[in-house]
């Protein structure tokens, strides 16, 4: 039967591959990395786009139906063909790439590294399109395995062993006020100040504790005021702006949020230990040069956007 291109996703032949192989759902689960919902998850959608159940209980096996049994063998042959190109592609041209990167970030790294990477794909790239989406942490490992995104850059997790990581920079906290604040021309902050003040605070969940309150706890610090919680630092910013309140986040985001709008930018006045950004793929794509080259260029990047928000000519410290 013939399939509706615009529904097939190449990774779920893989899946169809695995419980083919494996004899059911927990064995392909355990080869491909992935917990056993992702996996009836994606048989799941196999099965509606053949219009078959593919595969049937009996005992603790999965058992082939007829269907799968006559076309098991050409999706093989596709997957081994498509790991064979992609092992002996050792050359290419960047400038000749046609196609839609997918970049899991969150909106923080959107806003430093987007502009120099766009612009390095621009120069030496310009068919490649970039796509960035907001990946929960929860399920990094599997967005990757699945193919959902390409790469992820976010803060150092705990992933599988099929995924890869590279460290990109450690990112460390500062302040931001308005500049008619009372502390913004006190250097260094007073810690007692930064705690008698209102703050503003970005968390993604409304009960979200405060992410630093094990650092202010372990330095003897009790809690800080906490008047408002919002869901972007931009958002956030926006509210300093207009008020007396403080805005802690990486120094990188302060720095540029300092460049665009009447802010200025102080050092944290107690000793937090630095963010580590890293960079993650799944090692199924380890030596695709295609990959490989998009690996540099958003590490690159990425490395360029950090370097340049912390030693550009307007930083204020």
């Not at 042959?77 to 990167?101: W, Y």
């Not at 490992?141 to 062993?161: C, H, N, P, Y």
Request: net charge neutral.
């Amino acid at each position: 039967m013939a399939l509706p291109s615009s529904r097939l996703d190449l990774n779920l032949f893989r899946v169809m591959d695995a419980v083919f192989e494996h004899g059911g759902i927990s064995g392909a689960a355990r080869h491909l990395h992935l917990s056993q919902p992702a996996v009836s998850h994606a048989l799941a959608r196999l099965r509606r786009l053949w219009g078959d159940p593919l595969f049937v209980r009996q005992g603790n096996h999965m058992v082939p139906t007829e269907l799968t049994r006559r076309v098991i063998g050409e999706v093989q042959a596709h997957l081994r063909g498509l790991q064979s190109v992609m092992a002996h592609a050792e050359t290419f041209d960047p400038a000749a790439l046609n196609m839609t990167v997918r970049l899991g970030m969150r909106d923080v790294l959107e806003a430093i590294t987007l502009p120099p990477l766009m612009a390095r794909l621009a120069e030496v790239a310009p068919g490649v399109k970039l796509a960035s989406v907001r990946v929960p942490r929860d399920t990094l490992s599997q967005a990757l395995t699945l193919g959902e995104v390409d790469l992820v850059i976010d803060r150092q997790r705990r992933v599988d062993g099929r995924i890869r990581g590279e460290r990109l920079a450690d990112e460390s906290l500062a302040v931001i006020m308005r500049r008619e604040h009372a502390l913004a021309n006190k250097r260094p902050m007073d810690v007692s100040a930064y705690f008698d003040s209102r703050h503003v605070m970005v968390s993604v969940r409304p009960d979200q504790p405060d992410p630093l309150q094990a650092v202010w706890s372990g330095l003897g610090q009790g809690e800080r005021d906490v008047f408002l919680r919002c869901q972007h630092y931009f958002s956030a910013a926006n509210v300093v702006l207009h008020s007396d309140a403080l805005l802690t986040l990486p120094r990188t985001y302060a720095e540029e949020l300092a460049r665009s709008m009447p802010l200025v930018v102080r050092d944290l006045p107690l000793p937090v230990p630095p963010i580590t950004i890293w960079m993650y793929w799944h090692a199924d794509r380890d030596g695709d040069p295609v990959h490989r080259w998009l690996r540099e260029s958003v590490c690159a990047g990425a490395r360029q956007a950090m370097s340049a928000a912390l030693t550009g000519p307007e930083r204020q410290n």
